[in-house]
C-alpha cells in the first residue's frame, strides 16, 4: 500500500470537488469502495435505521498503517494518486482523499485497522471532525469502520433524510449495483436482522444476477463477450426481450467496476433492442467494459457517476452492434430450431 498524503494545492484545484456525504448511502459507498480498493475479497455492511444511526463495514483489506491512521482523515488525503497528471491514469475507484474527512466531519466515527504486518491493530475515535482517541486494539487484519448518527451536528441536513425504510432502501440498490460491479468480492449486507444480500465472491457474474432477480430473468439472458481493437471490452449479459421492464432501472452497466450512468451508452443499449421490443420498454443489461483509463475521464463530477468518453460516435457503435449482433443472432437461433 502506498503511504497517504496530503495532495498539494494544484492538484487539488483540478479535482472535481463537492460535497460527496448526501444521506447514508454515500457513507456506505464511499466506504465499500474503499474497502475494494483496499484489495478486500469480503465486505460486510450492518445498518441500523437505514444507516442513520449505525452503520458498520468490516473488511479484509490491506488495512492502514497504525501512524497513518490520523493522516486519513484530512482533507485531501489518499494514497491512490500523488500528481494532477496521475489523474489521467486512474485505476482506483477512489482518488480524491475527500471521503473520511467529509464522513468524519458529520458523524460519529470509529476506525479499528491493522494491517497483516503488525502485530495489534488500532482503535481511532473522531468525531465532528476532532480526534477523540487512538489505542492499541486485538484485531484481526482488515478494517472496521462504525458511523453513528450522520448529521447529528448539523440537524439542517438531517431533516433531508427520508425515512429509514426508504433510506434501506438507497442502500440495497447501491449494495446490489456493487454486487454486480465485483463479482470477484464477496458482500454481504444486513439490515437490522435481515440478511438482504449475500454474493460468494466465486467472479461469477451470473450467479450474482441470480441471487439479486431471481429465476426468471437469469433464465432468459443472452451472454455478451466481445473485444475492440482499440482494447475496450464488453462482457456480461443482456436479457432477451420477452423479460423487457416498464422502466430503465434494470440497465446496468460498468465502466472498470465503477456503476455509471451514461446517455451514450444508454441510447446505443436502447436502439440496438429497439426493433425487437415494444415502445416504452426498456432492456434489462449488466454489461461490463474495460476501457482504456486514457480513452476516458473520470474526474468530472464529485460522484464518479459520470464519465467523458474520448470517442463517443466510436463508443456508440460498438456498443450499438455488440447488442444488436448479440439479439439477431440468437433470435435466429430460436427461429431455426422453432422450424425443425
Ligand atoms: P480516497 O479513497 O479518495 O483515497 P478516502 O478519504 O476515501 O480517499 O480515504 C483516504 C485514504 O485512507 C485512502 O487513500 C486509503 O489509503 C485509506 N483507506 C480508507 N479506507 C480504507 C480501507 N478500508 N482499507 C485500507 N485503507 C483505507
Ligand atoms: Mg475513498
New binding site residues.
Given amino acids: 500500500?502506498?503511504k497517504?498524503v496530503v495532495l498539494d494545492e494544484q492538484t487539488i484545484d483540478k479535482i472535481a470537488a463537492g460535497e460527496v456525504i448526501e444521506r447514508p448511502s454515500s457513507i456506505v459507498k464511499?466506504?465499500v469502495?474503499?474497502?475494494i480498493?483496499?484489495g478486500?475479497t469480503a465486505v460486510t455492511v450492518e445498518i441500523k435505521e437505514g444507516g442513520i444511526s449505525f452503520i458498520r463495514i468490516t473488511?479484509n483489506?490491506?488495512?492502514?498503517e497504525a501512524e497513518?491512521i490520523p493522516t486519513?482523515f484530512l482533507r485531501h488525503?489518499?494514497?491512490?494518486i500523488r500528481t494532477a497528471e496521475d489523474l489521467l491514469d486512474v485505476t482506483?475507484?477512489?482518488?480524491?482523499?475527500?471521503?473520511?474527512?467529509s464522513i468524519a466531519a458529520v458523524c460519529q466515527v470509529e476506525l479499528i485497522?491493522k494491517t497483516p504486518e503488525s502485530l495489534t491493530g488500532v482503535r481511532y475515535l473522531i468525531e465532528g471532525g476532532k480526534e477523540k482517541n487512538m489505542e492499541e486494539i486485538g484485531a484481526p487484519s482488515?478494517?472496521t469502520?462504525l458511523v453513528r448518527n450522520i448529521f447529528y451536528n448539523t440537524p439542517a441536513r438531517k431533516k433531508f433524510l427520508k425515512t429509514p425504510q426508504t433510506e434501506t432502501g438507497y442502500i440495497s440498490e447501491l449494495m446490489e449495483r456493487m454486487a454486480l460491479s465485483h463479482p470477484e468480492v464477496s458482500f454481504k449486507f444486513i439490515a437490522g436482522s435481515q440478511v438482504k444480500l449475500h454474493t460468494s465472491g466465486n467472479h461469477r457474474l451470473k450467479d450474482i444476477i441470480y441471487n439479486i432477480y431471481g429465476r426468471d430473468i437469469t433464465n432468459n439472458l443472452l451472454e455478451v463477450e466481445k473485444t475492440f481493437e482499440n482494447g475496450m471490452k464488453i462482457t456480461g449479459f443482456i436479457g432477451k426481450p420477452v423479460i423487457s421492464r416498464g422502466n430503465r432501472n434494470f440497465e446496468n452497466y460498468f465502466v472498470n467496476g465503477r456503476y455509471i450512468k451514461s446517455k451514450i451508452i444508454s441510447k446505443a443499449i436502447e436502439d440496438a433492442y429497439q426493433s425487437f421490443m415494444m415502445k416504452h420498454k426498456y432492456p434489462f443489461t449488466v454489461l461490463h467494459f474495460q476501457i482504456d483509463t486514457e480513452m476516458l475521464d473520470i474526474n468530472v463530477h464529485p460522484t464518479k457517476m459520470e464519465l467523458r468518453f474520448a470517442e463517443n460516435e466510436k463508443l456508440y457503435q460498438d456498443v450499438y452492434h455488440t447488442i444488436l449482433n448479440t439479439l439477431s443472432h440468437k433470435e435466429m437461433i430460436v427461429q431455426v430450431s422453432v422450424g425443425k
Fill in positions: 500500500m502506498n497517504i464511499e466506504l469502495e474503499n474497502a480498493d483496499a478486500a473488511d483489506g490491506s488495512g492502514i497513518q486519513a488525503a489518499t494514497s491512490k482506483s475507484l477512489g482518488f480524491r482523499g475527500e471521503a473520511l474527512s485497522s482488515g478494517t469502520f
